[in-house]
């Protein structure tokens, strides 16, 4: 199984500040089936990237991915006040086909 | 638009069983692989299992020969038969839908409560 390590744990940022999350995997994964999500209390998780740098529908520019093989990278430029949530990386592999998440970071 | 609506939580003793429900809509279902991902109180997401068009699943090794996913294309419905719970199956379940690896529609989620 691909272990994600997201680093840091939590975040202090304030708003219009740049946020820089990184997911680091325990092997080398298609960078096809890399993606990173954003949760809020209460809410469903919300698809940002894809495919490592592709922008889900609706998800502004301000939010970019970036990495190959073990290490990648989310970066928020100028943090907006509802930007503050848990973001996760996520990983899918097709032999055997399964999926793992990262712990999260919280950004606060 | 995508709709995904859970159903089927609620409380169960340890050891009981309990089958969630995810009806869908807006989408051609059918041609979609369709997946659980679940968040314990104060944990992060842990995928559960997912389920190909073909109608194959798999599942994780925490839930593995316990639970059984399964898909009736022609109501548009997934379903989660889920045996032998524990405590530590205590969580909001989503239902969502994969493409290219990633799960870009949600559910608002259903809660399973496993308790004495």
């Known amino acids: 199984e691909v272990v994600l390590t997201q680093s840091p744990d939590s975040l202090s940022l304030s708003p219009g500040e740049r946020a820089t999350l990184s997911c680091r995997a325990s092997?080398?994964?298609?960078?096809?089936?890399f993606a990173w999500y954003q949760h809020k209390p209460g809410q469903a998780p919300r698809l940002l990237i894809s495919?490592?740098?592709t922008r889900a529908t609706g998800i502004p520019d301000r939010f970019s991915g970036s990495g190959s093989g073990t290490d990648f990278t989310l970066t928020i430029n100028r943090l907006g006040p509802e930007d503050f949530a848990t973001y996760y990386c996520?990983?899918?592999?097709?032999?055997?086909?399964?999926?793992?998440f990262g712990q999260g970071t919280k950004l606060e | 638009e995508v709709q995904l609506l859970e159903s089927g939580g609620g409380l169960v003793q340890p050891g009981g069983s309990l089958r969630l429900s995810c009806a869908a809509s807006?989408?051609?279902?059918?041609?979609?692989?369709m997946g659980w991902v679940r968040q314990a109180p104060g944990t992060g997401l842990e995928w559960v299992s997912a389920i190909f068009s073909s109608g194959s699943p798999h599942y994780s090794d925490s839930v593995r020969d316990r639970f059984t996913l399964s898909r009736d294309n022609s109501k548009n419905t997934l379903y989660l038969q889920m045996t032998s719970l524990t405590a530590g199956d205590t969580a909001l379940y989503y239902c969502?839908?994969?493409?290219?690896?990633?799960?870009?529609?949600w559910g608002q989620g259903t809660l399973v409560t496993v308790s004495s």
């Open positions: 996520q990983q899918y592999t097709d032999s055997p086909p399964g999926c793992t």
């Open positions: 969502a839908r994969r493409v290219e690896g990633a799960f870009d529609n």
């Open positions: 807006g989408f051609d279902f059918r041609r979609y692989t």
């Open positions: 495919s490592t740098s």
């Open positions: 092997q080398t994964i298609d960078s096809r089936y």
